[in-house]
């Protein structure tokens, strides 16, 4: 298929059709994704035909869409998300099964936390984070860790940009973020309380490879509760996860 008018290549606008699927929008119609994409009718359905026949959307008895299982199966080839995942979970697991809180992983993509993996207990304190979701870079704990040892170019991105209040202790000063920021370089973490709801506290601590900061490891404590155990069950996991991941490259 040829390039639009605007000169949109078909890789950006199959992207903006995949784009308009969510954790809370797993099911529409052609016409919905579309309107959702910003493409003429005719374009996208176009498109919804051709990436059903590829397997990357299916249909259902209701000619409704949905993400296919192919793009699945080729996301997980060679993804490093999915090595990092795969080394990380055990430590969760020992993490969650300690805090019995949530335990996440997530990873800075286009200057967003992406949340790759979450494990919960029944009797958590409340979080809205999801696997495969997003937020700001300043709104989380995970997000204050990648932000702070991200490139100094995207830094100054993100602190020259709008800081939006996501929960009642968001900071959305710039000036008071780059202190912040300092802060969590000197120490080794980040502690957001109510950053994104009230009644929780995020702790996160960096996760390296090869010197560099390739992710974030949190737990979500109740606001009241201390995070000294949770950092210290945080920076065993992590001291773990980075002994497996050179472990793996030794191989």
């Known amino acids: 298929m040829a390039n639009s008018a605007s000169g949109e290549g078909v890789a950006e606008r199959i992207v903006r059709v995949l784009e308009t699927f969510g954790v809370d929008r797993t099911v529409q119609t052609a016409s919905e994704i579309g309107r959702r994409a910003g493409l003429p009718s005719s374009t996208a359905h176009r498109l919804v035909d051709e990436l059903v026949r590829a397997g990357i959307l299916e249909r259902d008895d209701e000619r409704r869409l949905r993400l296919g299982l192919r793009l699945w199966e080729l996301a997980q080839r060679g993804s490093t998300a999915l090595r990092l995942r795969q080394a990380a979970l055990p430590h969760m697991e020992r993490v969650q099964a300690e805090l019995r809180e949530h335990t996440q992983l997530a990873v800075l993509e286009r200057e967003e936390a992406l949340f790759l993996e979450r494990l919960s207990h029944p009797e958590a304190v409340s979080n809205i984070t999801r696997v495969a979701g997003r937020l700001p870079l300043h709104a989380s704990s995970s997000g204050l860790v990648l932000l702070a040892h991200a490139d100094p170019a995207l830094r100054e991105r993100v602190l020259g940009s709008p800081l939006r209040?996501?929960?009642?202790?968001?900071?959305?000063?710039?000036?008071?973020?780059?202190?912040?920021?300092?802060?969590?370089?000197?120490?080794?973490?980040?502690?957001?309380?109510?950053?994104?709801?009230?009644?929780?506290?995020?702790?996160?601590?960096?996760?390296?490879?090869?010197?560099?900061?390739?992710?974030?490891?949190?737990?979500?404590?109740?606001?009241d509760a201390p995070i000294a155990p949770a950092l210290r069950a945080l920076r065993e996991a992590a001291a773990g996860i980075e002994a497996g991941l050179r472990a793996a490259r030794e191989d």
């Open 165 to 223: 209040a996501v929960g009642p202790g968001t900071v959305t000063d710039a000036r008071a973020l780059r202190r912040l920021l300092g802060e969590i370089r000197r120490t080794g973490f980040a502690a957001a309380p109510g950053s994104i709801e009230a009644v929780s506290t995020g702790v996160a601590v960096p996760l390296r490879d090869r010197g560099s900061v390739i992710a974030a490891l949190s737990a979500v404590l109740p606001r």
